[in-house]
């Protein structure tokens, strides 16, 4: 069945570096991806998602591309801020959702 | 964006014990409903699709008699624990989709379950 591999964390780095966390997906079919983050106390969130291949989503400085050739779909931001730690979870589907297991993020001044 | 609210979002019961989740959607209407099972370092696992009016579709392995949700109207949807045991102890998540079809997906704040 459909399933999606998330890099284990924690993902620690310190304010203002480069953020890559990794995602591949098996599916049958061409589902959309996405990628959610949870914030301490609050729930799920989406981040931003791609459609078909090749599509980038985009938000508040994260991007990641949907590649068909490498089933990946990797979170990418260029400088991480504080405010950015939370946990991040990639996820496939159309109508119900399957998720990775979810990589936490902790950034430091 | 949408807002989807649980409550509570801490509970602690005895076994044997039902315990209640509430799932509301605030500021708009969904006509369906996830609940998800999500275990420490693991990722959220669908437990069932719960659609107004009507029952709800349980995925494979999930128990219906054990894990009783109702969605009764448009705006909340409840999951029952009944008997819970400590294996029950978990934290479980709901979401609403707005509008039909492919309507974004919001999610609740999460409800941790403890049963001692």
């Known amino acids: 069945g459909d399933s999606v591999t998330q890099m284990e964390g924690p993902v620690t780095l310190s304010e203002e570096a480069c953020l890559t966390i990794?995602?591949?997906?098996?599916?049958?079919?061409?589902?959309?991806l996405f990628w959610y983050v949870q914030y301490p106390g609050e729930g799920l969130q989406l981040l931003l998602k791609?459609?078909?291949?090749?599509d980038k989503g985009s938000n508040k400085g994260f991007e990641a591309t949907y590649r068909k050739e490498t089933t990946s779909f990797h979170l990418e931001k260029g400088s991480v801020q504080v405010s950015d730690s939370a946990v991040y979870f990639c996820?496939?589907?159309?109508?119900?959702?399957?998720f990775g297991t979810g990589t936490r993020l902790q950034v430091f001044p | 964006g949408a807002v989807v609210s649980q409550h509570p979002s801490r509970v602690i019961c005895k076994s044997g014990t039902s315990v209640k989740i509430e799932c509301r959607s605030l500021?708009?209407?969904?006509?369906?409903m996830f609940w998800y099972r999500q275990f420490p370092k693991k990722s959220l696992m669908l437990m069932a699709t719960?659609?107004?009016?009507?029952?709800?579709?349980?995925e494979q392995g999930v128990e219906k008699d054990k894990f009783l949700i109702n969605h009764a109207s448009l705006t909340l949807s409840t999951l029952t624990v009944t008997s819970a045991h400590p294996e029950d102890s978990s934290f479980y998540i709901c979401?609403?989709?707005?509008?039909?079809?492919?309507?974004?997906?919001?999610f609740g704040e999460g409800s941790r379950l403890t049963v001692l």
């Open positions: 791609a459609t078909k291949a090749d």
């Open positions: 979401s609403a989709r707005q509008g039909g079809g492919t309507g974004e997906l919001f």
């Open positions: 990794n995602c591949t997906y098996t599916a049958t079919g061409y589902p959309s």
């Open positions: 500021d708009f209407q969904a006509t369906t």
């Open positions: 996820a496939l589907g159309t109508d119900k959702l399957i």
């Open positions: 719960s659609n107004e009016g009507s029952k709800a579709t349980y």
